[in-house]
């Protein structure tokens, strides 16, 4: 039997916290070799949008599955599903509305400022504002203290009213700047969250013991902040290999490929929460998260959800 579940009957299930729990147990998996990793891909239709899909496995979960929706450009955009099946009997356990794949992203940041960033840290600067930020914002605020925040916009009718909104949910100092250095100078974590095909900001901008964490295109940090940082961190190396977005540019393959980095040297979040490695080592390191494009992280979700809403007895079960 498959269990159908609509995003309104599960939506409220998974808080940020839990999320958090969740997301720190899937890469101790990781780690261990217990994940199966497929770079996202788009099936285009017609010129007028796309179909994107993300796919992975929690093995010790004997979970696998998708996460689908359709592009702004089909209508879609925020309507997002998730099929899950059971790795051993290849059943299909539950088909769901998927209302997480913003929790998601946040949950991956929090968790590695958990790690990389310093303990104290207060000042952080924004770049973008799209529908991802102010979830990220409320993730970073819970696993560090901070208490300004300075955000940088192209549209500053746009920047205004993000602020006004992340004041009034946050409660602490949110203020736009015209000056996106600003938003980089004197700040402990900076977030960015852009489409730029360019470095928004230069690698001289950015001063010891920052922690830069990056969930936008692969080209809004430079090749030479990459090379600036003690240490670079990703959700995953095949992911960050092969970007879904194949006409993008991608630092980390070029900056390997010319032999300027080694993926030797770039570990994945996984060996962090396992304690394999470090995430900082110093207070005046500077150091990138490159936090990569779901997968296994939301069948992680999607796996908990199924157990959680047969437990309150949620859904329908239907014989497919």
Not at 180 to 200: C, D, K
Not at 277 to 306: K, L, T
């Amino acid at each position: 039997m498959t269990l159908i579940l609509s995003r309104d009957e599960i939506k409220s299930l998974l808080n940020l916290s839990k999320a958090i729990e969740l997301t720190e147990d899937a890469f101790k998996q990781q780690a261990n070799g217990q994940v199966v990793t497929h770079t996202p891909y788009h099936i285009p239709v017609g010129g007028r949008g796309a179909l994107r899909v993300v796919s992975g496995a929690i093995l010790g979960s004997r979970r696998v599955g998708v996460r689908m929706g359709a592009s702004s450009g089909l209508g879609g955009g925020d309507r997002m599903y998730a099929a899950l099946f059971d790795t051993e009997s290849g059943e299909l356990l539950s088909f769901m509305g998927f209302p997480f794949g913003t929790l998601r992203t946040a949950a991956h940041v929090a968790l590695a400022a958990k790690y990389m960033a310093r303990e104290d840290a207060q000042r952080l600067g924004l770049f973008g504002v799209g529908r991802n930020a102010l979830g990220i914002l409320k993730a970073l605020a819970s696993v560090r203290p901070i208490r300004e925040i300075y955000v940088s916009s192209r549209d500053p009718e746009r920047r205004k009213k993000f602020c006004d909104e992340a004041v009034q949910q946050l409660g602490i100092k949110v203020q736009g700047v015209d000056n996106p250095e600003q938003a980089v100078r004197g700040m402990e974590v900076v977030l960015t969250a852009t489409n730029s095909l360019t470095p928004i900001f230069p690698e001289s901008w950015v001063e010891s013991g920052t922690h830069v964490s990056s969930m936008g295109k692969p080209t809004e940090l430079s090749h030479g902040l990459h090379l600036k940082a003690s240490r670079i961190v990703v959700g995953s190396q095949e992911q960050e290999r092969n970007y879904s977005n194949s006409s993008v540019a991608l630092p980390l393959v070029e900056l390997t490929a010319e032999g300027k980095l080694s993926w030797s040297r770039i570990p994945e979040l996984g060996e962090l929460v396992s304690g394999r490695v470090p995430g900082r080592e110093s207070r005046d390191e500077i150091n990138i998260f490159r936090e990569s494009q779901g997968g296994y992280g939301d069948i992680a979700f999607a796996a908990w959800i199924y157990e959680e809403a047969l437990r309150r007895k949620l859904g329908r079960e239907l014989e497919l």
